[in-house]
């Protein structure tokens, strides 16, 4: 793989892109983006409900209505973002703050047993800093604290201060400013809920604004992240304060991690805007190549006429039915296609890169 600024170079080389392979682009990262950094908090929708959802507007098979509540208002926080970060204002807290109240959208109650059996409770603010201290337990066993209610305040101001005038300064490169914001941002965990989307979103709102491509953490890679984030926490110590302020030097496992993600996602945009070919498509961070060439015709088949039958399929094919029926069983099994509603229509998942 080429390094990163060979990369990045090669890309803006191949600025502007057309309107087609834009708008293919466009949809790929809305998709993967919003799935992925949900799903890593836990949201349960698949790939395929996600595409449905956002795109159509439709919710096929079960799912959870906090789950797509949350993943619509996610959808929303990532447009605003995109939005600001086309403007040249400094970035603020109310602005950070207004992406949380977007994504959580109003405060809500969560309930807990404790050991004893007794229940408690606490309430979840929506745009507001946390009031309740929040931590998390490591892999070892051990709580690690992130900053108190009474200091999250002050480390805000002081996280979208440095940024402001690193921003200014230009010394780190977008992705090193990136990452230490995610980290100090990390570090402070300012609210209650939506700490770790919020960091991905200002994660790709730092990169746009320096005209780099937004990258994805994808949730199957969620270890390697956590892996990075640790490494780093190793560094910079227990101290929340600590964190919140931790230098460049001191987060380097966590900036390697973040520019190996930019130059796979650059170098995967590349390859999925020069290869246009009929056989290759593309699922949620991988590209897929099918051996038949009978494949890409059923998946054109179902998108033109999401009704189609069987029947259909095999007289356009030329083949019979037994090995139409054997093909949407394969794609559907692997999450490429679904067939809800009524009357049933076909949802065709996977990405054409033509």
Same mark, same amino acid.
């Given at each position: 793989?080429?390094?990163?600024?060979?990369?990045?170079?090669?890309?803006?080389?191949?600025?502007?892109?057309?309107?087609?392979?834009?708008?293919?682009?466009?949809?790929?990262?809305?998709?993967?983006?919003?799935?992925?950094?949900?799903?890593?908090?836990?949201?349960?929708?698949?790939?395929?409900?996600?595409?449905?959802?956002?795109?159509?507007?439709?919710?096929?098979?079960?799912?959870?209505?906090?789950?797509?509540?949350?993943?619509?208002?996610?959808?929303?926080?990532?447009?605003?973002?995109?939005?600001?970060?086309? !403007?040249?204002?400094?970035?603020?807290?109310?602005?950070?703050?207004?992406?949380? &109240?977007?994504?959580?959208?109003?405060?809500?109650?969560?309930?807990?047993?404790?050991?004893?059996?007794?229940?408690?409770?606490?309430?979840?603010?929506?745009?507001?800093?946390?009031?309740?201290?929040?931590?998390?337990?490591?892999?070892?066993?051990?709580?690690?604290?992130?900053?108190?209610?009474?200091?999250?305040?002050?480390?805000?101001?002081?996280?979208?201060?440095?940024?402001?005038?690193?921003?200014?300064?230009?010394?780190?490169?977008?992705?090193?400013?990136?990452?230490?914001?995610?980290?100090?941002?990390?570090?402070?965990?300012?609210?209650?809920?939506?700490?770790?989307?919020?960091?991905?979103? *200002?994660?790709?709102?730092?990169?746009?604004?320096?005209?780099?491509? *937004?990258?994805?953490?994808?949730?199957?890679?969620?270890?390697?992240?956590?892996?990075?984030?640790?490494?780093?926490?190793?560094?910079?110590?227990?101290?929340?304060?600590?964190?919140?302020?931790?230098?460049?030097?001191?987060?380097?496992?966590?900036?390697?991690?973040?520019?190996?993600?930019?130059?796979?996602?650059?170098?995967?945009?590349?390859?999925?805007?020069?290869?246009?070919?009929? &056989?290759?498509?593309?699922?949620? !961070?991988?590209?897929?190549?099918?051996?038949?060439?009978?494949?890409?015709?059923?998946?054109?088949?179902?998108?033109?006429?999401?009704?189609? $039958?069987?029947?259909?399929?095999?007289?356009?094919?030329?083949?019979?039915?037994?090995?139409?029926?054997? &093909?949407?069983?394969?794609?559907?099994?692997?999450?490429?296609?679904?067939?809800?509603?009524?009357?049933?229509?076909?949802?065709?998942?996977?990405?054409? $890169?033509?």
């Amino acid at each position: 793989m080429a390094n990163l600024e060979e990369l990045y170079a090669s890309w803006k080389a191949m600025q502007p892109l057309n309107e087609s392979d834009q708008a293919r682009l466009d949809r790929k990262f809305m998709l993967d983006f919003n799935y992925n950094s949900n799903h890593i908090e836990g949201n349960t929708l698949t790939y395929g409900q996600t595409e449905v959802l956002l795109l159509l507007g439709e919710v096929v098979g079960s799912a959870k209505m906090k789950d797509l509540e949350e993943m619509k208002a996610h959808a929303l926080c990532l447009k605003l973002m995109m939005a600001e970060a086309q !403007g040249d204002n400094p970035l603020t807290e109310s602005f950070i703050r207004g992406l949380h &109240q977007v994504m959580l959208r109003e405060d809500y109650t969560v309930y807990r047993k404790l050991p004893g059996g007794e229940t408690t409770s606490y309430i979840v603010h929506s745009g507001r800093y946390k009031t309740r201290p929040n931590s998390v337990i490591t892999r070892t066993g051990e709580r690690f604290e992130y900053a108190s209610p009474e200091e999250t305040s002050a480390l805000m101001y002081d996280l979208v201060s440095w940024y402001n005038e690193a921003d200014r300064q230009g010394v780190l490169s977008p992705i090193e400013l990136a990452a230490l914001f995610h980290y100090r941002y990390i570090r402070i965990h300012p609210f209650e809920d939506g700490n770790g989307r919020i960091a991905r979103l *200002m994660v790709n709102f730092i990169l746009l604004r320096h005209d780099y491509p *937004m990258i994805v953490i994808h949730s199957h890679k969620k270890d390697a992240y956590l892996r990075a984030l640790s490494a780093a926490d190793k560094e910079t110590g227990p101290v929340p304060a600590d964190g919140a302020h931790a230098s460049i030097e001191a987060i380097k496992p966590f900036v390697k991690y973040m520019k190996d993600v930019l130059t796979t996602e650059i170098s995967q945009n590349i390859t999925f805007v020069q290869t246009q070919k009929e &056989q290759v498509w593309w699922y949620n !961070g991988d590209l897929i190549s099918f051996r038949s060439p009978n494949t890409p015709k059923i998946l054109r088949l179902l998108t033109q006429n999401p009704r189609i $039958t069987i029947a259909e399929l095999s007289n356009s094919l030329g083949i019979n039915t037994s090995a139409v029926q054997k &093909q949407l069983n394969t794609l559907t099994e692997k999450g490429y296609i679904i067939r809800e509603g009524t009357p049933k229509e076909w949802h065709v998942i996977i990405l054409s $890169t033509t």
